[in-house]
């Protein structure tokens, strides 16, 4: 049995990601955050990257 073409193109076999499930995961961490004493005004203001960085800061810190 052989391998066709299309199975070998790895970019074009792997998943997409899709914009629901990347809402649900800021929902959570902006959750995340909000429990670990982050005030809900500067959750409003910060993007998804300021996000990202400040759970890494302050799981670290919390560890």
């Given at each position: ?8 193109k ?6 997409i ?6 809402r ?40």
């Amino acid at each position: 049995m052989r391998i066709r073409r299309a199975m070998r193109k790895k970019p074009l076999r792997r998943p997409i990601k899709k914009a629901g499930p990347k809402r649900r995961r800021i929902l959570e961490q902006k959750k995340r955050l909000a429990e670990l004493g982050v005030s809900e005004e500067a959750l409003r203001t910060m993007n998804n990257k300021d996000i990202r960085a400040a759970l890494q800061k302050l799981e670290k810190n919390a560890a």
